[in-house]
């Protein structure tokens, strides 16, 4: 049985491979095709901002029939809630949010992944702080995401 849901990390070159590849998670002849959507989730950073901006995916999938709709998230728990609900077929996220996610039994479906960008995360202070070290932020409030990538950095620096 195919979904219409899928999760994806990729590189980018393949998140246009695998987005190409949307239609045949999506059964349907060429003539149900017209007028089909696939709704597609991203977030600021990540490959899937890159093909938006590009625009390249839009033809390609137009050609089967297919229109996108593109959906940006602050993070990538409601992404996947998203995803959960059938407000979207695809996204990507950090490497975080689907375990949180699978924990709650949402049916994820991955397509690909992408090694972690460790250094495209960090903890980030005013420059003026008196916060110097991780230790410095014991009994301190962080702002974050909650089941995202940044909390599992937290988690981790703290231990």
Do not use: C
């Not at 994820?108 to 932020?137: F, N, W």
């Amino acid at each position: 049985m195919h979904t219409r849901r899928a999760f994806t990390n990729l590189t980018l070159a393949a998140s246009a491979a695998v987005a190409l590849s949307l239609a045949a998670l999506l059964p349907v002849t060429s003539a149900q095709a017209q007028d089909k959507v696939v709704r597609i989730g991203f977030q600021k950073y990540g490959k899937l901002v890159l093909l938006k901006s590009k625009g390249s995916l839009e033809p390609r999938l137009k050609a089967l029939g297919y229109n996108v709709v593109w959906t940006e998230f602050p993070s990538g728990p409601p992404l996947l809630e998203a995803l959960n609900v059938g407000a979207i077929d695809f996204g990507n996220t950090g490497e975080a949010p689907p375990i949180f996610a699978q924990a709650a039994g949402a049916p994820i479906q991955y397509v690909a992944y992408e090694p972690p960008a460790p250094q495209g995360e960090a903890i980030l202070v005013p420059k003026d702080s008196s916060l110097k070290t991780v230790a410095d932020l014991k009994g301190k409030k962080v702002a974050l995401n909650k089941g995202s990538n940044v909390h599992y950095l937290l988690v981790k620096a703290l231990e």
